[in-house]
Each structure stands twice: as structure tokens, then as C-alpha cells.
């Protein structure tokens, strides 16, 4: 993650913690999904940007062997303190410290709509590099018609067309097995989209 993008997360990782920092922000659909998802996992799941902890912890208490791992040490420090019983480690998306093929499944939730497009295949690379064959990426993001960066609360976006995902993911080593989207109403409406994909 970008240097800048660490700054204003660290400047409001108070706001953001309580504002979205448990499970009870989360969508229902989207914790049916994850869950789901997890459940058939075969082996170990990072959540890779993990945030203030939350589905990391969540995902610990379902009986999964999790890790969060995330670049704000503000998030960081709130999850180790907030959910003891669950590992945490401060690091960089793009260089993780897991060995090769030693997880079942990555977990990134809206944890790379701040990455530049030119940027992804290295972190989507990384993710292929600690996963075992056959293990299993969500991706969380904000969905569009055109691939495009938008004014996010904290720092710039980018909405992501599924079927454009879904081709850098394809280039990275991965099978797309599942597409979600939904909708929110409101006066900012954001649809929202997940593909979960499958280390070939």
C-alpha cells in the first residue's frame, strides 16, 4: 500500500474503527458469503488488509485458523488489543511474510480498491504465492461500469467492472469460480461486488 494511503488511514483509524470496525457494520449478505466461502477451506485464511480486526476475529471464531495482516499499525494495535485470542501482524499486501503455499485461503475485503490497476498483479501475484493449489481468493470491491478511481471517504479509489477483475485475476494463476454484486440504497449508493477465485 501506498505510503499516502497508510498517512490517511492512520489519521482516521479512530473515526474508522468505530464507525465500521465490527460485525455489526457488516452487510448480512456479505458475512453469509464469507463464511460460506471459509467453511470450505483447506487450510489456513489470511485476511489480507484486515483492518481493525473484525473479520479476522470473526473468521477465528468460526474455527478457522486466521491471520490478519494489514499496513495502518493503528489497526494493527486496535486489533491485537480488541481480539487477543486472534494473531495480527503489521505488513504490505505485496510482500507478505507466509511461506509458499502454506494458506487455503486469502481473504481481501475491499482491501485493494486503493491500489493503482498497474499495482495489482503484483499484490494478486503475492496472493498466488502463499496460497496452496487449489486454495481459494474473495475479493471484495466496489463495482462500475468502467474501470475508474472515485473520491473513497479516506483517499482515491477504483471501481472495478467484474469482468475486468476478473481478467487480471485470471492472468495472476486464478480460476474465477463465483460473482457476486448488490446494491445499497441511499442518497451515495455504491454497488458492491465480490469474485471468489480459485489458485490454479
Known amino acids: 500500500m501506498r505510503p499516502d494511503v497508510v498517512r490517511r488511514y492512520t489519521a482516521r483509524a479512530v473515526e474508522y474503527t468505530a464507525q465500521l470496525g465490527t460485525m455489526a457494520h457488516v452487510h448480512p449478505a456479505d458475512e453469509h458469503l464469507v463464511r460460506t466461502w471459509a467453511a470450505d477451506l483447506d487450510g489456513p485464511v489470511l485476511d489480507a488488509g484486515c483492518g481493525p480486526g473484525h473479520w479476522t476475529a470473526h ?9 490478519g495482516v494489514d499496513a495502518v499499525p493503528a489497526f494493527v494495535d486496535h486489533a491485537r488489543s480488541t ?13 507478505l511474510s507466509s511461506p509458499d503455499g ?3 485461503g486469502v481473504l481481501a475485503w475491499y482491501s485493494v480498491i486503493h491500489h493503482e490497476p498497474e499495482d495489482l498483479p503484483t499484490v494478486l501475484g503475492e496472493f498466488a504465492r502463499v496460497l496452496r493449489p487449489g486454495g481459494e481468493l474473495l ?9 475508474e478511481p472515485f473520491d473513497h471517504a479516506v483517499t482515491t479509489a477504483w471501481r472495478w467492472p467484474p ?6 485475476l485470471t492472468a495472476a494463476g486464478f480460476d474465477v ?4 454484486t448488490r446494491s445499497v440504497l441511499g442518497d451515495r449508493p455504491r454497488p458492491h461486488g465480490a469474485l471468489l477465485a480459485q489458485l490454479r
Open 177 to 180: 469460480l463465483e460473482t457476486h
Open 59 to 67: 473468521l477465528t471464531a468460526l474455527g478457522h485458523q486466521a491471520l
Open 163 to 168: 469482468a475486468a477483475l476478473a481478467e487480471v
Open 139 to 147: 475479493v471484495g470491491f466496489f463495482t462500475g461500469t468502467t474501470l
Open 102 to 104: 502454506s494458506l487455503g
Open 83 to 95: 481480539h487477543p485470542g486472534t494473531p495480527f501482524d503489521v505488513g504490505d499486501l505485496a510482500q
